[in-house]
C-alpha cells in the first residue's frame, strides 16, 4: 500500500520587532528567533539532507505555491483535519491555527489573529481580518456565521495582507475554499444527531454533464433547539425551556466550463440563510440596581437567560459569482466578478428581563458588488509577478417600511428610530514581484494603492414621528499605499529562512447608530498596521516545521465603547450607543509555531503554539465602564488603557491534533482527538474597574474570561467498500463553561456562554 502523509494543518509564520527606543525588546525577540532558526536548521540539514515530503500547495500569494517557500505566516487545514476536527464554519478555526480566535460581538462574528481584531461592530463595518470564500471577499460580519457543508481547505494568513489581500485585512486573511466540480461522478451525504437536539444533513454531488462542462451541487441544513435555559418568569430556580435556539441553510452550486483549450468559465450561484441568537442574548448577571427586576424576573447566572421580547437575528444572502480563467503565453490572467443581496433583520430584549425596560429592532439590507482581475506571468526568466485591480462598491441601508433601527422603553412604546445607511466605493491596483537571484535566494517587492469614498445618510425621529436629527448627509475619504517587501534564502531542499516588511490598512467607516447632532456623525480614522517577520520552514517526508517571531508598530486602533443614548426620552430606558473613536497606538509581537508529524502510516499528529504579548502603548482617553464599589452600580468614565490587554490577545494559546486510522472489521477505523488551550484573555471590552472601584481594583480589567481548555474527539468506521461510515463524536467533552461575550453597560455586566459539552453520532455516505 502507497504510504500518504497528511499533516492536516501546518502553520508558517515569524516575526521581529523594528525599530526605535524599542530597540532592546525587539532585539532580544530577534535574538531568539534567529538562535532558533540557526538551531532548528542544522538539525534539519544533519538528520534529513533533502526530502520529497508530500507537497501542501497554497494560494497566499494568488498563484499556486508550495507552503514552505512562501515568506509569511500560513497556517494550512486541509480537508481531512478538517474532517478529523470536526470543522464546519469559521467559529471553528481556533481550534486548530495557533494564534487565532473567532468570537461574537452582539450578533457580528469577529475574527482575531495575533490580536489584531475589530472593537468596532455594527451594519455596514467591515471586519480588519478579511474573509475570502472561493476567492471573492465577504464584507458582511453578520453572514459569515454560517457553516459550509463543503469546505476543500482553510488557509489563515497572519500579518498584514496589504498588497494582494489589501481590502481591510490589517490582522490577516482567512481563505476558505469549497470543493470544486469534478470531472468523474463523485457524492458525499452526512448526517448527524447531538445533544440540545442539534440536527445537522449536508450533501455533495458533483460530475461532468459532458466532456467540457462539470457541476457540482452542495447544501446544509441545520436546526438546534439551543443550549441556554430560559428560566421560569414564576418560580425560582425553574428552567421552562431553551434560549437560543439556531436554525441556518445553505446550499452551493457550480457549473465549470471549458469554454477554449485555454479557457475556463466557473459559474456559481450561492444561498445562506442562517437565525442564530447566540449572541441576541443580553442578561445582566452582576452590578444591576435596586430597581432592576429581582428573581424569577430575570436570570442570575452565566448559562441562563431571561427575555419578554424572543430574539432573533435573521440573515438571508442571495450571491452569484462568475470566475474566468485564461492561459496566455505570459501567463494566467483571472476575472472575479460577484454580486452579493443581504437582508439582516434583528431583534433584541437588551435588558434581558420578564419585564419589559428595553427592547430593539432593525432591518437592514446590503447590496454587494465586486469585481477583480488579476495577472499571473510566468513568461520572464527568475521572475513571478502578479499584476491586478480591483473595485469593491457595497450599499447597506435601513429598511424605512420596517422601521429601521427603532428603540421601544420601558412602555413598550416607541421612543426613537434611526434610519441610515452607508455606501462605499473602492478602487484599487496591485502588483507583487518575486525574483530569484540564485537558486536558492530570492527576492519579494509588493504594493497596493487604495482610494475609498464613502457617505452616509440619517435622520432620526422620536415617538410622534418629529425629527431629532434632521435628514443629514456626510462624505469621506480615504486612501493609503500599502508595500511590502521580503527576502528568502533556502539552507537545505525544502527547508528556508525569511524575514518580511510589510503595512496594513483598514479603511475609515461612519457609525449607523443614532447621534444627537450632525456634528456627530463623524468617521473614523482609518487604522495602519507595520509589520516585521521572520521565519523558519521545512517540510520533510515524514516532518513539518515552521517557527516565526514578528513585531506589530499598530496606529489609530479602530475602538467602540457604549455611552447612554443622547435622545432617550425622560423617564425611559433606551439601548446604549455605540460610539466610535480611535486608540492612539499599540504594540504588539510574540512567536508562533506548529508541527505536522506522521510518525508511521495513518498517525498523524500536529500541534501549535502562540506567545503574544498585545498592549495599549498609548490610550489615556478611553471610555470604559467602570464600577462605582459605593453603589454598586456599573459608570461610563474616563480610563487610561495605557499599558493594558488588547482584546482576544491571549498571552499563551495551544492546541495538539491527532488522529489516527487502522483497518478494523475489514474496514477503517479513525479515532480523532483536538486539545486547545487558552490562557486568560479581555474577551472584547478592555474596561478597567476604575478609581471608584477602589484601589486595589483600579487598574484591573473587568471583562476577562480566566484560561480554560477544550476537549473534543471523533470515533468513525468505514466499511469495506469505503462509502459509509458511523461515527461518534463529542465536543467540548469537560463540559468547560466559559464567555463568547463579556462586557457591560448602565444595566449591568452581562455575558453569553459558549457552547458547553455536546455528545452526538453521525452516519455518512460516500460515492
Given at each position: 500500500?502507497?504510504?500518504?502523509h497528511?499533516?492536516?494543518?501546518?502553520?508558517?509564520?515569524?516575526?521581529?520587532?523594528?525599530?526605535?527606543?524599542?530597540?532592546?525588546?525587539?532585539?532580544?525577540?530577534l535574538?531568539?528567533?534567529?538562535?532558533g532558526?540557526?538551531?532548528?536548521?542544522?538539525?534539519?540539514?544533519?538528520?534529513?539532507?533533502?526530502?520529497?515530503?508530500?507537497?501542501?500547495?497554497?494560494?497566499?500569494?494568488?498563484?499556486?505555491?508550495?507552503?514552505?517557500?512562501?515568506?509569511?505566516?500560513v497556517?494550512?487545514?486541509?480537508?481531512?483535519?478538517?474532517?478529523?476536527?470536526?470543522?464546519?464554519?469559521?467559529?471553528?478555526?481556533?481550534?486548530?491555527?495557533?494564534?487565532?480566535?473567532?468570537?461574537?460581538?452582539?450578533?457580528?462574528?469577529?475574527?482575531?489573529?495575533?490580536?489584531?481584531?475589530?472593537?468596532?461592530?455594527?451594519?455596514?463595518?467591515?471586519?480588519?481580518?478579511?474573509i475570502?470564500?472561493?476567492?471573492?471577499?465577504?464584507?458582511?460580519?453578520?453572514?459569515?456565521?454560517?457553516?459550509?457543508a463543503?469546505?476543500?481547505?482553510?488557509?489563515?494568513?497572519?500579518?498584514?495582507?496589504?498588497?494582494?489581500?489589501?481590502?481591510?485585512?490589517?490582522?490577516?486573511?482567512?481563505?476558505?475554499?469549497?470543493?470544486?466540480?469534478?470531472a468523474?461522478?463523485?457524492?458525499?451525504?452526512?448526517?448527524?444527531?447531538?445533544?440540545?437536539?442539534?440536527?445537522?444533513?449536508?450533501?455533495y454531488?458533483?460530475?461532468?454533464?459532458?466532456?467540457?462542462?462539470?457541476?457540482s451541487?452542495?447544501?446544509?441544513?441545520?436546526?438546534?433547539?439551543?443550549?441556554?435555559?430560559?428560566?421560569?418568569?414564576?418560580?425560582?430556580?425553574?428552567?421552562?425551556?431553551?434560549?437560543?435556539?439556531?436554525?441556518?441553510?445553505?446550499?452551493?452550486?457550480?457549473?465549470?466550463?471549458?469554454?477554449?483549450?485555454?479557457?475556463?468559465?466557473?459559474?456559481?450561484?450561492?444561498?445562506?440563510?442562517?437565525?442564530d441568537?447566540?449572541?441576541?442574548?443580553?442578561?445582566?448577571?452582576?452590578?444591576?440596581?435596586?430597581?432592576?427586576?429581582?428573581?424569577?424576573?430575570?436570570?442570575?447566572?452565566?448559562?441562563?437567560?431571561?427575555?419578554?421580547?424572543?430574539?432573533?437575528?435573521?440573515?438571508?444572502?442571495?450571491?452569484g459569482?462568475?470566475?474566468?480563467?485564461?492561459?496566455?503565453?505570459?501567463?494566467?490572467?483571472?476575472?472575479?466578478?460577484?454580486?452579493?443581496?443581504?437582508?439582516?433583520?434583528?431583534?433584541?430584549?437588551?435588558?434581558?428581563?420578564?419585564?419589559?425596560?428595553?427592547?430593539?429592532?432593525?432591518?437592514?439590507?446590503?447590496?454587494?458588488?465586486?469585481?477583480?482581475v488579476?495577472?499571473?506571468?510566468?513568461?520572464?526568466?527568475?521572475?513571478?509577478?502578479?499584476?491586478?485591480?480591483?473595485?469593491?462598491?457595497?450599499?447597506?441601508?435601513?429598511?424605512?417600511?420596517?422601521?429601521?433601527?427603532?428603540?421601544?422603553?420601558?412602555?413598550?412604546?416607541?421612543?426613537?428610530?434611526?434610519?441610515?445607511?452607508?455606501?462605499?466605493?473602492?478602487?484599487?491596483?496591485?502588483?507583487?514581484?518575486?525574483?530569484?537571484?540564485?537558486?536558492?535566494?530570492?527576492?519579494?517587492?509588493?504594493?497596493?494603492?487604495?482610494?475609498?469614498?464613502?457617505?452616509?445618510?440619517?435622520?432620526?425621529?422620536?415617538?410622534?414621528?418629529?425629527?431629532?436629527?434632521?435628514?443629514?448627509?456626510?462624505?469621506?475619504?480615504?486612501?493609503?499605499?500599502?508595500?511590502?517587501?521580503?527576502?528568502?534564502?533556502?539552507?537545505?531542499?525544502?527547508?528556508?529562512?525569511?524575514?518580511?516588511?510589510?503595512?496594513?490598512?483598514?479603511?475609515?467607516?461612519?457609525?449607523?447608530?443614532?447621534?444627537?447632532?450632525?456634528?456627530?456623525?463623524?468617521?473614523?480614522?482609518?487604522?495602519?498596521?507595520?509589520?516585521?517577520?521572520?521565519?523558519?520552514?521545512?517540510?520533510?517526508n515524514?516532518?513539518?516545521?515552521?517557527?516565526?517571531?514578528?513585531?506589530?508598530?499598530?496606529?489609530?486602533?479602530?475602538?467602540?465603547?457604549?455611552?447612554?443614548?443622547?435622545?432617550?426620552?425622560?423617564?425611559?430606558?433606551?439601548?446604549?450607543?455605540?460610539?466610535?473613536?480611535?486608540?492612539?497606538?499599540?504594540?504588539?509581537?510574540?512567536?508562533?509555531?506548529?508541527?505536522?508529524?506522521?510518525?508511521?502510516?495513518?498517525?498523524?499528529?500536529?500541534?501549535g503554539?502562540?506567545?503574544?504579548?498585545?498592549?495599549?502603548?498609548?490610550?489615556?482617553?478611553?471610555?470604559?465602564?467602570?464600577l462605582?464599589?459605593?453603589?454598586?452600580?456599573?459608570?461610563?468614565?474616563?480610563?487610561?488603557?495605557?499599558?493594558?490587554?488588547?482584546?482576544?490577545?491571549?498571552?499563551?494559546?495551544?492546541?495538539?491534533?491527532?488522529?489516527?486510522?487502522?483497518?478494523?472489521?475489514?474496514?477503517?477505523?479513525?479515532?480523532?482527538?483536538?486539545?486547545?488551550?487558552?490562557d486568560?484573555?479581555?474577551?472584547?471590552?478592555?474596561?478597567?474597574?476604575?478609581?471608584?472601584?477602589?484601589s486595589?481594583?483600579?487598574?484591573?480589567?473587568?471583562?476577562?474570561?480566566?484560561?480554560?481548555?477544550?476537549?473534543?474527539?471523533?470515533?468513525?468506521?468505514?466499511?469495506?467498500?469505503?462509502?459509509?461510515?458511523?461515527?461518534m463524536?463529542?465536543?467540548?467533552?469537560?463540559?468547560?463553561?466559559?464567555?463568547?461575550?463579556?462586557?457591560?453597560?448602565?444595566?449591568?455586566?452581562?455575558?453569553?456562554?459558549?457552547?458547553?459539552?455536546?455528545?452526538?453520532?453521525?452516519?455518512?455516505?460516500?460515492?
Open positions: 500500500m502507497k504510504k500518504v497528511d499533516f492536516g494543518l501546518v502553520d508558517s509564520a515569524i516575526s521581529s520587532p523594528a525599530s526605535g527606543g524599542r530597540a532592546l525588546k525587539k532585539g532580544l525577540l535574538g531568539a528567533a534567529i538562535a532558526v540557526i538551531v532548528a536548521s542544522q538539525a534539519s540539514a544533519q538528520t534529513r539532507p533533502s526530502s520529497d515530503g508530500q507537497d501542501i500547495v497554497v494560494t497566499a500569494q494568488r498563484r499556486a505555491q508550495r507552503l514552505e517557500e512562501i515568506p509569511m505566516a497556517t494550512v487545514v486541509s480537508a481531512r483535519a478538517i474532517e478529523s476536527a470536526n470543522i464546519t464554519g469559521l467559529h471553528d478555526i481556533g481550534r486548530v491555527a495557533a494564534g487565532v480566535q473567532v468570537n461574537f460581538a452582539g450578533a457580528f462574528t469577529q475574527p482575531a489573529i495575533r490580536g489584531v481584531t475589530t472593537l468596532t461592530n455594527g451594519n455596514g463595518i467591515e471586519n480588519n481580518v478579511a475570502y470564500v472561493d476567492g471573492f471577499y465577504e464584507p458582511s460580519p453578520v453572514t459569515i456565521n454560517i457553516d459550509l463543503n469546505l476543500a481547505s482553510i488557509e489563515v494568513l497572519k500579518g498584514p495582507q496589504g498588497t494582494l489581500y489589501g481590502r481591510n485585512a490589517t490582522g490577516g486573511a482567512i481563505l476558505m475554499n469549497t470543493l470544486a466540480p469534478s468523474t461522478m463523485t457524492a458525499k451525504f452526512d448526517l448527524s444527531y447531538a445533544s440540545f437536539e442539534d440536527k445537522r444533513v449536508s450533501g454531488v458533483a460530475g461532468p454533464l459532458s466532456d467540457k462542462i462539470r457541476f451541487v452542495a447544501g446544509s441544513y441545520r436546526d438546534r433547539e439551543g443550549y441556554l435555559e430560559l428560566v421560569d418568569p414564576n418560580v425560582v430556580g425553574k428552567v421552562i425551556g431553551r434560549g437560543n435556539p439556531l436554525k441556518q441553510g445553505t446550499v452551493r452550486t457550480k457549473l465549470e466550463v471549458d469554454l477554449a483549450e485555454n479557457f475556463q468559465a466557473t459559474l456559481a450561484y450561492n444561498y445562506m440563510y442562517s437565525n441568537t447566540g449572541g441576541h442574548v443580553y442578561t445582566p448577571y452582576q452590578y444591576t440596581s435596586g430597581t432592576y427586576p429581582a428573581p424569577p424576573r430575570r436570570a442570575t447566572r452565566l448559562g441562563q437567560v431571561s427575555y419578554n421580547v424572543a430574539p432573533k437575528l435573521a440573515n438571508a444572502a442571495h450571491q459569482t462568475l470566475k474566468l480563467e485564461l492561459e496566455t503565453g505570459i501567463g494566467t490572467l483571472t476575472s472575479y466578478t460577484g454580486y452579493t443581496a443581504r437582508e439582516d433583520r434583528s431583534r433584541f430584549d437588551f435588558d434581558g428581563t420578564y419585564n419589559q425596560l428595553i427592547s430593539f429592532t432593525s432591518a437592514f439590507d446590503q447590496n454587494t458588488f465586486q469585481q477583480a488579476d495577472l499571473v506571468i510566468k513568461a520572464v526568466d527568475r521572475l513571478d509577478l502578479v499584476v491586478g485591480a480591483a473595485y469593491f462598491n457595497d450599499d447597506v441601508h435601513a429598511v424605512p417600511e420596517l422601521g429601521g433601527s427603532s428603540n421601544f422603553g420601558s412602555t413598550g412604546g416607541l421612543t426613537s428610530r434611526t434610519v441610515s445607511g452607508t455606501t462605499t466605493k473602492s478602487y484599487s491596483a496591485y502588483a507583487d514581484a518575486t525574483y530569484a537571484l540564485t537558486d536558492a535566494l530570492s527576492i519579494n517587492l509588493g504594493g497596493r494603492y487604495t482610494h475609498d469614498d464613502k457617505d452616509v445618510d440619517m435622520y432620526v425621529t422620536n415617538a410622534a414621528g418629529n425629527f431629532t436629527l434632521a435628514p443629514t448627509h456626510k462624505e469621506a475619504t480615504f486612501s493609503a499605499f500599502t508595500p511590502r517587501a521580503s527576502i528568502r534564502y533556502e539552507l537545505a531542499p525544502r527547508t528556508n529562512i525569511y524575514a518580511s516588511w510589510s503595512k496594513g490598512f483598514r479603511s475609515g467607516s461612519f457609525n449607523l447608530g443614532s447621534v444627537a447632532t450632525p456634528d456627530l456623525l463623524r468617521p473614523i480614522r482609518p487604522e495602519k498596521l507595520t509589520a516585521y517577520e521572520v521565519g523558519f520552514k521545512t517540510a520533510q515524514d516532518f513539518r516545521f515552521d517557527i516565526a517571531a514578528f513585531y506589530y508598530d499598530y496606529t489609530d486602533i479602530n475602538v467602540s465603547v457604549t455611552v447612554p443614548a443622547p435622545l432617550c426620552p425622560v423617564g425611559q430606558t433606551c439601548v446604549p450607543i455605540p460610539q466610535f473613536g480611535n486608540a492612539p497606538a499599540a504594540e504588539i509581537y510574540g512567536v508562533d509555531a506548529q508541527f505536522g508529524f506522521t510518525p508511521f502510516e495513518g498517525l498523524n499528529i500536529q500541534a503554539g502562540a506567545w503574544l504579548h498585545a498592549r495599549y502603548t498609548d490610550f489615556p482617553n478611553a471610555t470604559g465602564n467602570g462605582n464599589i459605593l453603589t454598586g452600580l456599573n459608570t461610563s468614565q474616563g480610563q487610561n488603557w495605557s499599558g493594558q490587554q488588547m482584546a482576544r490577545a491571549p498571552n499563551f494559546s495551544g492546541n495538539l491534533n491527532v488522529d489516527y486510522s487502522f483497518p478494523f472489521i475489514s474496514g477503517e477505523m479513525q479515532l480523532g482527538g483536538n486539545v486547545t488551550y487558552t486568560s484573555y479581555v474577551v472584547n471590552n478592555a474596561s478597567l474597574y476604575g478609581p471608584l472601584a477602589g486595589a481594583l483600579a487598574n484591573k480589567q473587568r471583562y476577562r474570561q480566566g484560561a480554560y481548555a477544550l476537549l473534543n474527539a471523533s470515533v468513525t468506521w468505514t466499511d469495506p467498500s469505503g462509502h459509509l461510515s458511523l461515527g463524536f463529542g465536543r467540548n467533552i469537560t463540559d468547560q463553561r466559559y464567555r463568547s461575550t463579556y462586557s457591560g453597560s448602565g444595566l449591568g455586566d452581562y455575558s453569553g456562554m459558549a457552547s458547553p459539552r455536546s455528545l452526538g453520532v453521525k452516519i455518512g455516505y460516500k460515492y
